[in-house]
């Protein structure tokens, strides 16, 4: 979710910039002429440079004083709203980091935005700036380069981009799954979702004149055959400052989609996570503590359980780990092969034989098993064979070249303890893909756990008695006609808690999926908000392109409305009647006049 944010932090910095570009460009479009004028009287290309970067920081700085202003108030309100639904505060004002990266964006975008306005000062001739005789629309632009010119630096550009491209690809992304450098490897697979995403964005871009044609000789069939053209070659003349709108607004539209339903897929994968790692719909635990002798009260919570067997499917404990138990003092558990070239850290976990009875389901999947026995996968490890054997994930499977068919197919389970190291010859029972509530897994993790049975570890904690054996979860699975009744189940179980020295948890899914919910909620506010702003941005900037080209043709439109053309009809030609100013359209109409009369004169 962090990376979502960024990426829509990232994306509106750039649509902001394009707005600034916009405006500037209508700007000086509009000067041209009195750009010109400076230049004759000696004024210098870089102080007109100065002057498009002081105009662009006009126009963001005092948008950068009303966000900070405006940042206290929404921080604030978000502050209460988090308190009031999550029970979760914090202080509504901005860090010093904050303010830092908010005016590191507020300059960066003028100085992004004035880049090529820049490039247009300084690319005109003196002549086409002060040329008023000449429309200055263009349909298509005509560059002629000879072997003999300076480097092409679009070129230069693109191959870089190429050349990083595949470093990140094939260099970047291998190290981040070495590394096991998760974070790093989102960023990669994003950046390669976002290239995939301009791809599909410069397609659009080839095929935008088609889609043009399309809708103005199907969907306007009922224009007239003049209209039609008129439209098809007014959009021939802006095809140009067209395609940079409509890039910006299938970049808009598609990075809306995109974030949606990312951060939507994301809560998704929260609750799945959580269920998963809870392994079922109510769990009583404890929290791990190294160093201290912690349990949970076994007899208060199983007659906390009595009162409800009638909505009990079934419950099962799970002890604590090998490493904190006080009788065993080890450092690190590993899975090795028979040399040690491949050594692996584990964590071994006891489960009870109808474990995966109580779990959920919905997490299990098997990769392979003993098929010499039809019992469920917890009960084999209480199996003969199965009291000399793991349960293990894929991952473990694929590197130590083991096999869960083969009963001749073993390895070394090690335990580093503070004196010496002890090894201990096994085999794998059976092998899992995914696993609730116990990481077995084929991806690549710091460490897995490795599943046994209760007498193999009372072996390895060598205790006498099961009463030396700690408890520290509790995993309760209700009838299917009964889940409805799991919080009263939770009740009994809270009071145990409640009650209990230790440091003692109930969870259920319930409440964590309501207060998902509940963010979910939350965060649709903000999502609502952004599209708000994206959507606004979007429609300025459309606003200042049409603006732009109307400008750009005021000539020609005055043609037109002298040649009998109504508003109305403009309106349907430009997609937007924009408003020009009476006295200017007056003195366009009286030139379209004049030079028609005289036309008619000549003939």
């Given at each position: 979710l962090g990376?979502?944010?960024?990426?829509?932090?990232?994306?509106?910095?750039?649509?902001?910039?394009?707005?600034?570009?916009?405006?500037?460009?209508?700007?000086?479009?509009?000067?041209?002429?009195?750009?010109?004028?400076?230049?004759l009287i000696g004024i210098r290309k870089y102080a007109l440079c100065f002057l498009v970067l002081v105009q662009s920081l006009l126009f963001v700085l005092p948008a950068l004083i009303v966000g900070i202003g405006t940042s206290f108030?929404?921080?604030?309100?978000?502050?209460?709203?988090?308190?009031?639904?999550?029970?979760?505060?914090?202080?509504?004002?901005?860090?010093?980091?904050?303010?830092?990266?908010?005016?590191?964006?507020?300059?960066?975008?003028p100085l992004l935005a004035s880049l090529i306005p820049m490039f247009n000062v300084l690319s005109k001739t003196l002549s086409e700036s002060v040329d008023m005789e000449h429309s200055k629309s263009r349909g298509v632009h005509i560059?002629?380069?000879?072997?003999?010119?300076?480097?092409?630096?679009?070129?230069?550009?693109?191959?870089?981009?190429?050349?990083?491209?595949?470093?990140?690809?094939?260099?970047?992304?291998?190290?981040?799954?070495?590394?096991?450098d998760f974070q790093l490897m989102l960023w990669i697979l994003i950046i390669v979702l976002l290239a995939l995403f301009i791809g599909l964005i410069m397609i659009a871009m080839n095929i935008q004149h088609l889609l043009e044609l399309f809708i103005i000789y199907?969907?306007?069939?009922?224009?007239?055959?003049?209209?039609?053209?008129?439209?098809?070659?007014?959009?021939?003349?802006?095809?140009?400052?067209?395609?940079?709108?409509?890039?910006?607004?299938?970049?808009?539209?598609?990075?809306?989609?995109?974030?949606?339903v990312a951060y939507t897929l994301e809560l998704q994968n929260t609750k799945l996570s959580m269920l998963r790692l809870h392994g079922a719909y109510?769990?009583?635990?404890?929290?791990?503590?190294?160093?201290?002798?912690?349990?949970?009260?076994?007899?208060?919570?199983?007659?906390?359980?009595?009162?409800?067997?009638?909505?009990?499917?079934?419950?099962?404990?799970?002890?604590?780990?090998?490493?904190?138990?006080?009788?065993?003092?080890?450092?690190?558990?590993?899975?090795a092969d028979y040399a040690v070239l491949h050594n692996y850290r584990v964590t071994s976990e006891a489960v009870p034989p109808h474990y995966f009875d109580v779990a959920n389901k919905d997490f299990l999947t098997v990769a392979s098993k003993n098929k010499t026995s039809d019992l469920s996968l917890a009960e084999q490890l209480y199996t003969p064979r199965g009291s000399q054997a793991l349960g293990v994930g894929s991952f473990l499977k694929r590197e130590l070249g083991i096999s869960a068919t083969d009963p001749d197919s073993t390895f070394l389970l090690r335990f580093g303890r503070t004196t010496d190291t002890m090894a201990y010859e096994t085999r794998a029972l059976f092998v899992l893909n995914t696993c609730p509530s116990f990481q077995l897994s084929r991806l690549i993790k710091p460490w897995q756990h490795v599943l046994?049975?209760?007498?193999?570890?009372?072996?390895?904690?060598?205790?006498?008695?099961?009463?030396?054996?700690?408890?520290?979860?509790?995993?309760?699975?209700?009838?299917k006609d009964k889940t409805a009744y799991l919080d009263e189940i939770y009740s009994s179980l809270r009071t145990v808690a409640d009650e209990s020295k230790e440091d003692v948890s109930v969870w259920t899914y319930s409440d964590s999926a309501d207060d998902i919910d509940s963010i979910h909620s939350f965060l649709d506010v903000i999502f609502y908000i952004i599209i708000i702003l994206f959507?606004?941005?979007?429609?300025?900037?459309?606003?200042?392109?049409?603006?732009?080209?109307?400008?750009?043709?005021?000539?020609?439109l005055a043609v037109l409305r002298a040649v009998g053309m109504t508003k109305g009809r403009a309106a349907v030609l430009y997609l937007s009647l924009i408003h020009i100013s009476e006295p200017t359209r007056q003195a366009e109409i009286s030139y379209a006049v004049f030079c028609l009369k005289k036309k008619k004169k000549k003939k």
């Open positions: 990376i979502v944010m960024n990426l829509v932090l990232i994306v509106l910095a750039a649509i902001s910039s394009y707005l600034v570009y916009s405006l500037l460009m209508i700007s000086f479009d509009t000067r041209m002429f009195e750009m010109g004028i400076f230049r108030l929404y921080l604030w309100l978000v502050s209460n709203i988090f308190d009031s639904k999550l029970q979760f505060s914090f202080t509504p004002v901005p860090s010093g980091t904050a303010f830092i990266w908010a005016i590191c964006v507020g300059l960066i975008v560059t002629v380069e000879f072997a003999s010119d300076n480097t092409n630096w679009s070129l230069v550009v693109f191959g870089l981009v190429i050349i990083a491209f595949g470093l990140l690809v094939y260099y970047m992304l291998p190290l981040s799954i070495l590394l096991m199907v969907l306007m069939f009922l224009e007239t055959a003049y209209m039609k053209m008129v439209i098809a070659k007014n959009l021939i003349a802006h095809r140009i400052r067209n395609q940079r709108t409509g890039t910006t607004f299938s970049v808009v539209i598609g990075f809306l989609i995109f974030v949606i109510l769990e009583f635990y404890i929290k791990r503590n190294e160093g201290k002798m912690t349990f949970v009260d076994v007899i208060n919570a199983e007659q906390a359980l009595a009162k409800h067997k009638d909505i009990i499917e079934g419950y099962a404990w799970v002890p604590q780990d090998l490493k904190l138990h006080p009788h065993v003092k080890l450092r690190e558990e590993w899975v046994i049975s209760y007498p193999l570890y009372f072996k390895l904690v060598n205790a006498s008695s099961p009463s030396l054996v700690n408890f520290w979860s509790l995993i309760v699975k209700a009838k959507m606004l941005l979007f429609v300025f900037s459309l606003i200042s392109s049409m603006t732009a080209n109307v400008l750009e043709q005021v000539k020609e």
